[in-house]
């Protein structure tokens, strides 16, 4: 059975999501991938140059989908911008959506290895990066924006609000997730935590 090219990368960034999720980045190579996937070695430099495209691709998709969910979620149910911006802060620091579904562990295994590609991927392909985070950027910033516009969040920028927020949630979260690897999830500290992260912005943004 032949594929296109855009079947063949999304197998690939599939496969990739899956095995961050099983055997960490130590899993995730090349050779490793094809065999998931069953396509030959040309089929995946006809999508990416490298394992690090490979891994942005994996960032852009996950974000894509977890804004789409979030969004979905909170207007849904959330009239108020500030308590649709602490549904999207605390998901994304309990794993929903941001980490995908599936069990804790596997699900904090992915998380572990995207928080070290993140940060070395902040400082080698910085504008790569940015543009897999542009998705949940954009729809913290949408919040925001409400949020000025009705009187709840003080005047600012709120593009650059959004990059200061979501800069706070994943440092926290990515230093956190590295220091649980390798340990059982404790569901009880991190609800904790995402409480303790979104009060801190909370006081940041309100007029």
């Known amino acids: 059975m032949s594929f296109s090219k855009p079947d063949r990368a999304k197998m690939l960034v599939d496969a990739a999501y899956d095995m961050l999720a099983e055997e960490g980045l130590d899993g995730l190579t090349i050779r490793a991938v094809l065999e998931r996937t069953g396509l030959a070695r040309r089929a995946f430099y006809e999508s990416f140059s490298g394992k690090d495209d490979l891994v942005l691709a994996v960032f852009r998709q996950t974000l894509e989908l977890a804004a789409q969910h979030f969004e979905s ?6 009239p108020d911008p500030l308590e649709r911006l602490r549904y999207i802060v605390t998901a994304i620091v309990l794993g929903r959506g ?16 995207l928080s070290r ?18 998705p949940l950027l954009d ?32 440092n ?6 590295l220091a649980e690897e390798g340990q ?3 569901p009880a500290r991190r609800t904790r935590l995402a409480e303790d992260i ?5 006081r940041a943004i309100i007029a």
């Open 98 to 113: 941001y980490l995908g579904e599936g069990a804790e562990v596997q699900r904090d295994r992915r998380g572990a290895a």
């Open 117 to 134: 590609e993140h940060m070395r991927l902040a400082e080698s392909r910085p504008a790569d990066l940015q543009a897999a985070l542009d």
């Open 139 to 170: 729809l913290i910033a949408r919040q925001l924006n409400d949020g000025i516009a009705s009187g709840r969040v003080r005047k600012a920028d709120p593009d650059r609000l959004a990059m200061l927020v979501y800069n706070t949630v994943s």
């Open 184 to 186: 059982p999830p404790d």
């Open 172 to 177: 926290t979260v990515h230093t956190e997730l």
């Open 73 to 78: 979620e909170a207007e849904r149910q959330l």
């Open 198 to 202: 979104w009060e801190f912005c909370r």
